[in-house]
């Protein structure tokens, strides 16, 4: 039986704005993702990327553990099935994530001054022998930030705010992207690729696998549907902050990753977040009914990857981590 598919909508960013910044209203007010065609990231580096993500997963798992995470520097090897969803949580009742990733931040040098500000800056890891991995990336990020960019300058226009002065809040990001391999499960298994969750981010970029297995839970839906997009096509999601920022205008939608295709599933999703010291509060007045605290980004992004080890306890910050039931 054919999976139910989400209906988001789709822009041409080679448009003009006045049929653009409509259709992009309509997609993050109502679903909170939209299909981006015209984006100016090139369809040979996308393959390139997931080229060099899949190569660099069939490595001997020996080698990729000497590349392995910490919690002193959330940069490297993330092992199958050693992220736990992050809330409070009795240990032995969670189920992992059935992932294996490699994470990369925002390339800040060892004796760069913010490093003194915020402890979450620092250099990557890069893998022995990963010189096309590494290129790929990079080229890949700078196309990700000139396609962000251009998305956040609508988003700007869209809640009638200082467009460089929203810009601004994206010097020296938190902005970090995550290589990813999902192994198949059964379609019976009720464990999750990624589980049910909102992006703790502004906004977040992705070029989901033709294999599927990204899904969605629409507003007021009990229902997950799939999302599916044209080869080529972004797929673009409104992340927490984001939210608060436009006093609840546009939402944050509830996805999850789960790989029944029977294949081997990659994709590398780049989450764009503000400044460590940028303190997000709404920009515009709130919808009615919609009241969140003030969110300091560098303290939530911490908590978030702090708590990313099974074996820690969540603190009382009373911040939200994103995790939610299925």
Request: hydrophobic share 40%.
């Amino acid at each position: 039986m054919t999976a139910p598919t989400a209906s988001i909508p789709l822009i041409d960013l080679d448009d003009a704005e006045e049929i653009v910044i409509p259709a992009l209203t309509q997609a993050f007010c109502e679903v909170g993702f939209v299909l981006v065609k015209g984006h100016g990231i090139s369809e040979s580096l996308i393959n390139e990327v997931r080229k060099q993500t899949a190569a660099y997963f069939q490595r001997p798992l020996a080698k990729k553990l000497a590349d392995q995470i910490t919690p002193d520097n959330y940069r490297g090897y993330i092992p199958l099935g050693f992220f736990s969803p992050n809330t409070a949580r009795d240990v032995a009742e969670v189920t992992p994530d059935q992932y294996e990733g490699y994470k990369l931040h925002f390339e800040v040098d060892a004796d760069d001054e913010v490093r003194t500000q915020c402890d979450l800056y620092g250099p990557n890891r890069w893998p022995p022998e990963s010189e096309a991995l590494k290129a790929a990336v990079l080229s890949f990020w700078r196309a990700c930030d000139a396609a962000g960019a251009r998305l956040l300058g609508l988003i700007a226009r869209i809640m009638d705010v200082d467009e460089a002065a929203f810009l601004s809040l994206f010097e020296y990001p938190l902005t970090n992207m995550t290589l990813l391999h999902y192994p198949p499960v059964s379609a019976d298994s009720k464990r999750f690729g990624i589980h049910p969750h909102k992006d703790t981010d502004a906004l977040t970029l992705l070029f989901p696998d033709p294999v599927g297995g990204l899904w969605l839970r629409p507003r007021d839906s009990k229902d997950w549907l799939e999302v599916t997009a044209p080869p080529g096509t972004l797929v673009v999601n409104i992340g927490d902050l984001l939210e608060l920022w436009s006093g609840g205008l546009f939402v944050s939608t509830p996805h999850k990753v789960v790989n029944a295709s029977g294949r081997e599933r990659y994709s590398f999703p780049f989450f764009m977040v503000p400044r460590h010291n940028v303190v997000v509060a709404p920009l515009i007045a709130c919808r009615e009914g919609f009241h969140r605290d003030p969110v300091p980004v560098g303290d939530v992004s911490r908590e978030v990857w702090r708590t990313n080890w099974s074996s820690s306890q969540s603190s009382n910050s009373g911040f939200d981590l994103g995790t939610l039931a299925d």
